[in-house]
């Protein structure tokens, strides 16, 4: 069942700059050598074990809605899940930019230990066709059908009078095409490996016996004080001070280009027993919402390494938690243009939780090409009505019996595994 999820859960829908508004800088794509080679570019990462279906519009094949799903292992998923992607890509392609002409399929895998890329095509293959079928039911054909696989590409679509080389054709060499030399221009990024990206947001490989032990000790002492309502704001405020003294350290840390390094660096930053403490702490909504407000200029880089650092912290049975800082990575590299850590980022924390409604949000609002300032700008309202709020009280007086105040009424806190 976990297989069928993710072929009926689409993990990003994306909508390039040319399916709803005019492109600054336009490319023209000429064959399927082309199409395999842009793949990186239209979705921002290179993809590994995926899926991906590219919906096209109008007479030249404008890019429009893109949906990537991890591939499944179980080929008995395969028919119904080809009917559910088939119809999730349409249903929004036209909700947003009008029903699709046309869709171009990509799957991308590599070789497993013993296999040559040539068979992971044939193994793909009825995949490849039971995409074509359930696109073609929609009256949206399948205009290209490509493996990739190896640094090789491979068309399902070919006529048979037009025989594909058995082991493929190579791409071409990185930064060597139209498609890198137009991103380039365009100031893009090279698109780095979809699996480099979720290496810095979930725990090593191997086991943490330290921070997992740290992590028991610390849901035995704060879950008592979370549940208590006298106790959840004293805890609240301990943990954003734990939180903000991190956020210092991670600030005055020389910065890195190398991720690998840069992540090293971070968690030397961080302590078993306080990385634990930080992880129950920002459990309770109310302490991840003020821990949202770290998204403005100067503190970002700081918050996301934070969260990414957490995320991977979540070791053990403590795996769920990471949710937390899975979609408080999401919403920072989101709000500071970002938009692949945070689609990343959010569909790793919506495996682990769907019903998480602060990453649902996040990842509705991403796709939907809102702008971030949005939520920035109710995230600003809050913090200020919140000085407000504590200035007038110390006006009041001290509370109590004696008169001088109204009584000071603590906010009952939240189980911390209980999320919104």
Request: with cysteine; charged share 30%; proline share 8%.
């Amino acid at each position: 069942m976990r297989h069928r999820r993710a072929m009926t859960q689409s993990d990003e829908i994306q909508y390039g700059k040319s399916a709803d508004r005019p492109a600054e800088v336009k490319v023209t794509l000429r064959g399927p050598e082309d199409l395999a080679d842009a793949l990186p570019y239209l979705l921002g990462f290179q993809p590994t074990d995926s899926l991906v279906l590219v919906a096209l519009h109008g007479e030249h094949g404008r890019f429009g809605g893109r949906l990537r799903v991890a591939l499944p292992e179980n080929p008995e998923d395969w028919s119904i899940g080809a009917d559910q992607l088939a119809e999730c890509l349409v249903r929004n392609s036209t909700r947003r930019s009008g029903h699709p002409d046309a869709v171009v399929v990509f799957l991308c895998q590599d070789p497993a230990d013993g296999e040559r890329p040539s068979d992971v095509m044939e193994r793909l293959r009825p995949l490849a066709q039971r995409l074509r079928v359930a696109c073609g039911d929609l009256d949206v054909p399948v205009v290209e059908a490509l493996c990739v696989s190896a640094g090789r590409w491979w068309s399902y679509c070919l006529p048979e009078c037009e025989p594909a080389p058995a082991e493929g054709t190579a791409l071409p060499p990185p930064g060597s095409s139209a498609v890198a030399a137009t991103a380039a221009y365009a100031g893009m990024p090279v698109p780095g490996l979809l699996r480099d990206i979720e290496t810095r947001l979930r725990p090593a490989a191997r086991d943490d016996h330290q921070q997992e032990i740290a992590l028991d000790i610390a849901c035995a002492e704060l879950l008592p004080r979370m549940l208590a309502d006298h106790r959840a704001e004293e805890t609240r405020r301990r943990t954003l001070r734990l939180a903000r003294a991190a956020l210092e350290r991670f600030r005055a840390a020389p910065r890195l280009d190398d991720a690998t390094r840069a992540d090293e660096q971070d968690d030397g930053l961080l302590g078993d027993d306080e990385a634990a403490a930080l992880i129950l702490g920002i459990q309770d909504k109310a302490t991840r919402d003020r821990a949202a407000e770290w998204a403005e200029p100067g503190q970002a880089d700081a918050a996301v390494r934070l969260w990414r650092a957490l995320a991977r912290r979540c070791v053990g049975p403590y795996q769920e938690h990471a949710v937390t800082p899975l979609t408080l990575a999401g919403w920072v590299t989101w709000s500071t243009g970002d938009e692949t850590e945070a689609r990343v980022a959010l569909r790793m924390a919506l495996d682990l939780d769907p019903g998480y409604t602060f990453a649902r949000l996040l990842h509705t609002s991403v796709n939907e090409g809102l702008d971030p300032e949005l939520l920035r700008r109710t995230l600003r309202q809050e913090r200020r009505k919140r000085v407000v709020d504590r200035a007038a009280s110390h006006r009041r007086g001290p509370a109590g019996p004696s008169g001088r105040g109204p009584a000071h009424r603590v906010p009952k806190g939240r189980h911390p595994r209980t999320r919104r």
